[in-house]
């Protein structure tokens, strides 16, 4: 870990939810309104080590003198053009566009990110299976059936709720309610009910 990055994690340490929030978003070119500091710091801290490596240029091959010309056999098969490439694949030299193509297809949704640091990691943590992929789940879906759950206690307890919930940087009371579920439902070993959650924030 580079000198400039620990730096980085002395001052992501001091910073409170919404400015790791505005922070996340210039790293990582993406929005989000999660109150978890330890995770916006962590995917802060994987965006700056990705763009520290994106940093370091692979070394020139070395130019080799081309090979004699051999005339292959009558019998030979043509190379079919289409067998030559995508393993060989190089990330790193393909321009913004064409990341952005290669995002949608391996992230599996488009993204308006032009962050080209951003956009190679997120490709690469698809390809290893570290992020979910697929579309985004709407949870305002037409037809859906929705409930009202009762939740009654004393004033003064709303207001100190309300206070820490705006230090947390959450949004609404509802907010904090299905943060504080999902956390319950994920420690108590329910991770389906705890992911339903979360895709509700």
Do not use: C
């Amino acid at each position: 870990m580079s000198a400039t990055i620990k730096r980085e994690i002395t001052k992501l340490s001091k910073m409170r939810v919404n400015e790791l929030q505005a922070r996340f978003a210039e790293v990582t070119g993406e929005v989000t309104r999660s109150p978890n500091k330890k995770y916006l710091i962590t995917r802060i801290i994987a965006g700056l080590e990705a763009a520290d490596a994106a940093d370091v240029a692979p070394p020139a091959p070395a130019i080799e003198p081309p090979a004699p010309m051999v005339e292959p056999p009558e019998e030979a098969a043509p190379v079919a053009p289409e067998a030559a490439p995508a393993i060989a694949e190089k990330l790193g030299q393909l321009d913004v566009p064409a990341l952005q193509a290669r995002y949608a297809e391996v992230v599996g949704r488009p993204t308006g990110s032009s962050n080209k640091n951003y956009l190679l990691w997120k490709i690469r943590e698809a390809q290893k299976g570290r992020i979910p992929v697929g579309p985004r789940r709407n949870t305002h879906r037409e037809g859906a059936e929705f409930k009202v759950l009762p939740l009654r206690m004393e004033a003064t307890l709303v207001e100190q709720l309300d206070a820490a919930r705006k230090r947390q940087g959450l949004r609404s009371r509802m907010h904090l309610i299905r943060r504080a579920l999902q956390a319950f439902m994920a420690q108590a070993g329910e991770a389906e009910i705890a992911a339903l959650l979360a895709n509700e924030q």
